[in-house]
């Protein structure tokens, strides 16, 4: 009796535990008597995608060849298990549409992103009306009890939502360094 193939991807920001998700998964799987092989994102960079910088098309390539490879194992009955960052979603989704799926695996994972979609929509408008709230305190602070100029209060407003995080780039340089 064969089996049907399945790809499973696990995605998120950088340490946020899909490595170690897929990993206890894998192991289950492979408990139970089925082939599973494992593309962490970060393995596959070093050895498939080697060279490949952090480049939007050095990820988008780094993913095709995920996607490929994750293919190729579905088709011959095995189960791929992927685990990669949160920033390639328009190629993961590309890929992930083009292997074959169950209609209930379809209809669960419709159920998840409608329910994800909605949560998040709330969420967004929750954080709208927050950021509104906090607008107004600082415009009646920096305004009317600071005596600043609209100007310069509209300056504060703007780096006030402007936040650059640069540990993320520097692990990256030091990963691709020699």
């Not at 049907?4 to 990993?23: D, E, N, P, Q």
């Not at 579905?74 to 549409?97: E, N």
């Not at 929509?121 to 305190?137: E, M, R, V």
Request: net charge positive; proline share 2%.
């Amino acid at each position: 009796m064969s089996r049907r193939g399945v790809c499973i991807w696990f995605t998120g920001l950088s340490g946020a535990g899909k490595s170690t998700i897929a990993g206890i998964v894998s192991r289950c799987l492979e408990r139970r008597g089925r082939t599973v092989t494992l593309l962490d994102g970060d393995v596959v960079r070093t050895h498939l995608s080697k060279g490949l910088g952090f480049s939007k098309d050095d990820r988008d390539t780094n993913i095709r060849r995920i996607g490929f490879v994750a293919s190729e194992i579905v088709r011959h009955g095995g189960i791929a298990i992927c685990a990669v960052g949160a920033g390639f979603g328009l190629v993961q989704y590309m890929q992930t549409k083009a292997l074959p799926v169950h209609p209930s695996m379809a209809n669960v994972s419709n159920t998840i992103w409608e329910t994800c979609k909605t949560y998040l929509f709330t969420q967004g408008k929750f954080l709208a009306i927050l950021w509104i709230l906090i607008a107004a305190c600082m415009i009646y602070y920096f305004k009317f009890l600071q005596h600043n100029t609209m100007s310069n209060v509209i300056v504060i407003l703007l780096a006030s939502t402007v936040r650059r995080n640069y540990r993320g780039r520097d692990q990256r340089k030091a990963q691709t360094s020699p």
